[in-house]
């Protein structure tokens, strides 16, 4: 293998002071123990372009056993791929991997797509500082930050690219994507995340071997799938999923309602957008809420096309049901978060009418999922501009609720109901349930809502 590109201390932004504590002690702890001990991955790439890392991880020639006898708080992990973690304060880890290289097709189990299936199945073979950059996946990630020398070692021409914006696979995208399908996934985010452009070549393919995704294990597909949605870059990230196909093989149901014309608009990408703003500001949203945001223009198309729009509960659930079941079980969702996520869409609806004064209201803010539902209702009131009173008052509800109510826990001493918490906007669940794009529908007769006793604010017109 040719030489590294070697970029000394006083050529490249790395400081010490920028790493984490914990994985410095680490990295010490290899080197003077004799070892090679580098940052890798993700961490260089970020500290290189002036981002913070989400995690350290570190590649030693050390072997996980010899990592384990010399950190006491470490254990080793993986099957697949076996690694140390080094446990610190706070539930922190640093993640310490042994040095290795991309598996030799010779020694691989026969796949079930014959002699073309380079899937790869096992990844355990130890190798050179040389071999462990190049089984890694893009060259932006593959560049080595050495604290024996403070200087970063560059075997794929990782610092180009970064320079020059570009995600480019480490060696031949084809091959690359084959052994891998979830590196497309990451190509497409990690393009959306830095704003950096593909390679034509690994753009081409992407769109060339999209289907190839579904072979990969659907608990890692759909933690790609919640990745950006979290991290607060998820309207870029599913958009080029959709442009490249790769949404279409992932998730049909979704890029039927999402992709093609409407690509970009309406109101799933409004929602994306809202909740990449709010992530930017700080606010973490639970799983539950954000697979209710993938799941709201399903759900919306559903009572469109089986009930002509307008919708009662009984079959709301029924539809809910329908909707989520199949690609809950494509996608391996945990039951918890399938039922959190039915009832939360389900209950956003009733929010939207119910006034936090009600008794039902009452019962609801007891459940697990009632945060869901007003995390989702808060989210579509912003990205739709409805129903921003109902959203505000139950959101204020949840905030001074501040804690789950113990089970059976009388929940009139614990949460207050004054007056003031009545929505002002009084809509119906069918309007809620009707996205900004439906088309328009034939009313026989404006629906006029019951008013009962402390329903309506005083003077307001009925
Ligand atoms: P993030 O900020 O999202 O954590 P990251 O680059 O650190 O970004 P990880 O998923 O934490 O991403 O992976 C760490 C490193 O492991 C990557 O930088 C890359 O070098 C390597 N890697 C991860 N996934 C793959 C893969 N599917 N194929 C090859 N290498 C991979
Ligand atoms: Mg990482």
């Keep these: 293998m040719a030489e590294p590109r070697i970029i000394p ?48 991880d570190v590649g030693t020639d050390a072997r996980p056993q010899d990592v384990r006898r010399l950190f006491r708080n470490s254990r080793v992990i993986g099957r697949r791929f076996r690694l140390a973690h080094v446990l610190f304060d706070g539930g922190k880890l640093v993640e310490v991997s042994t040095f290795r290289r991309r598996p030799d097709p010779a020694d691989a189990e026969p796949g079930p797509g014959g002699d073309d299936d380079l899937l790869i199945r096992s990844d355990n073979t130890f190798g050179t500082p040389a071999e462990d950059a190049v089984r890694r996946d893009f060259t932006i990630n593959g560049l080595f930050y050495d604290i024996a020398t403070f200087a970063v070692i560059d075997w794929v021409g990782g610092v180009e690219d970064l320079e020059r914006h570009v995600i480019r696979t480490i ?30 070549g690994v753009r081409a393919a992407i769109e060339e071997n999209r289907k190839e995704i579904r072979k990969s294990a659907s608990p890692r597909v759909t933690e790609e ?37 409407s690509r970009g608009t309406g109101l799933f990408w409004k ?38 729009g307008s919708v009662d509960a009984q079959k709301l659930l029924l539809l809910l049901e329908e909707v989520v079941n199949p690609e809950a079980a494509r996608l391996s969702l945990p039951n918890a978060a399938i039922h959190d996520l039915k009832q939360g869409l389900f209950t956003m609806g009733r929010i939207a009418e119910l006034r936090p004064g009600d008794p039902a209201a009452r ?14 209702l ?15 008052t139950w959101e204020d509800l949840l905030r001074r609720g ?30 809620l349930l009707l996205p900004d794009e439906a088309p328009p529908r034939a009313r026989t007769a404006p629906r006029r809502r019951r008013r009962r006793g402390r329903g309506g604010r005083a003077g307001e017109a009925a």
């Excluded at 808060?378 to 505000?392: E, K, W």
């Design 9 to 56: 201390r006083a050529e490249h932004p790395i400081s010490r002071g920028y790493i984490d504590p914990d994985a410095l002690k680490v990295l010490y702890r290899l080197h003077r123990a004799g070892y090679k001990a580098y940052l890798v991955g993700g961490s260089v790439r970020d500290l290189l372009t002036g981002r913070t890392p989400k995690d350290f």
């Design 171 to 200: 060696g031949d995208p084809e091959i690359r994507f084959r052994e891998d399908p979830v590196r497309m996934m990451r190509a497409c985010e990690f393009a959306a995340r830095l704003d950096f452009r593909m390679t034509p």
């Design 378 to 392: 808060s989210l579509y009131s912003a990205a739709s501009g409805r129903y921003r009173d109902a959203a505000r």
């Design 225 to 261: 799938l919640l990745d950006p949605l979290r991290r607060g870059w998820g309207a870029p990230t599913y958009r080029l999923w959709s442009e490249t196909g790769l949404l279409g093989e992932i998730f049909p149901a979704l890029e039927a309602e999402i992709g093609g014309a």
């Design 363 to 376: 019962r609801l803010v007891t459940k697990g999922y009632f945060p869901v539902a007003v995390g989702l």
């Design 271 to 308: 929602l994306l957008a809202e909740t990449d703003r709010r992530r930017g500001g700080g606010e973490v949203l639970s799983d539950s809420i954000l697979l209710g945001v993938v799941f709201l223009p399903l759900l919306f198309a559903a009572i469109r096309a089986r009930s002509g």
């Design 402 to 431: 501040g804690r789950t109510p113990r089970p059976g826990e009388d929940l009139r001493a614990a949460i207050p109901f004054p007056e003031a918490l009545i929505p002002h906007e009084e809509t119906g669940p069918t309007e």
